[in-house]
């Protein structure tokens, strides 16, 4: 039954992704992991602007937005630093978060901590 969770997790960012596609980003990578960091759900561009995407999904009646919490939002943003310094990429980027309620989907573009 532990695979539930994470097949849960895949459909909402396989939703989360057309969703961006559909906004007219490019995905440029998904489910990136900096070790001793924490993991980046989505990296996708739009313009000269590189997004860092964390998708929250739920099925109770707890909101997931609640799940963007500032110490998830600290890991994103220093694994960001960290994809962006190993990859020698020099553009604007935006910490971002995805949050998805069944079929209606939530963006939230340049989150503060």
């Given at each position: 039954?532990?695979?539930?969770?994470?097949?849960?997790?895949?459909?909402?960012?396989?939703?989360?992704?057309?969703?961006?596609?559909?906004?007219?980003?490019?995905?440029?990578e998904?489910?990136?992991?900096?070790?001793?960091?924490?993991?980046i759900?989505?990296?996708?561009?739009?313009?000269?602007?590189?997004?860092?995407?964390?998708?929250k999904?739920?099925?109770?009646?707890?909101?997931?937005?609640?799940?963007?919490?500032s110490?998830?939002?600290?890991?994103?943003?220093?694994s960001?630093?960290?994809?962006m310094?190993?990859?020698q990429?020099?553009?604007a980027?935006?910490?971002d978060?995805?949050?998805?309620?069944g079929?209606?989907?939530?963006?939230i573009?340049n989150?503060?901590?």
């Open positions: 039954m532990r695979e539930l969770p994470k097949l849960f997790g895949n459909a909402s960012e396989d939703l989360a992704t057309a969703f961006l596609e559909q906004e007219g980003f490019v995905i440029v998904r489910n990136y992991f900096a070790r001793k960091l924490g993991e759900d989505i990296v996708a561009q739009k313009d000269d602007v590189l997004h860092f995407i964390e998708v999904s739920g099925k109770a009646d707890f909101d997931p937005v609640y799940n963007v919490t110490a998830k939002l600290k890991k994103v943003v220093n960001a630093h960290y994809y310094k190993s990859k990429i020099a553009l980027f935006s910490i978060a995805l949050i998805i309620r079929e209606e989907v939530e963006f573009e989150v503060t901590l």
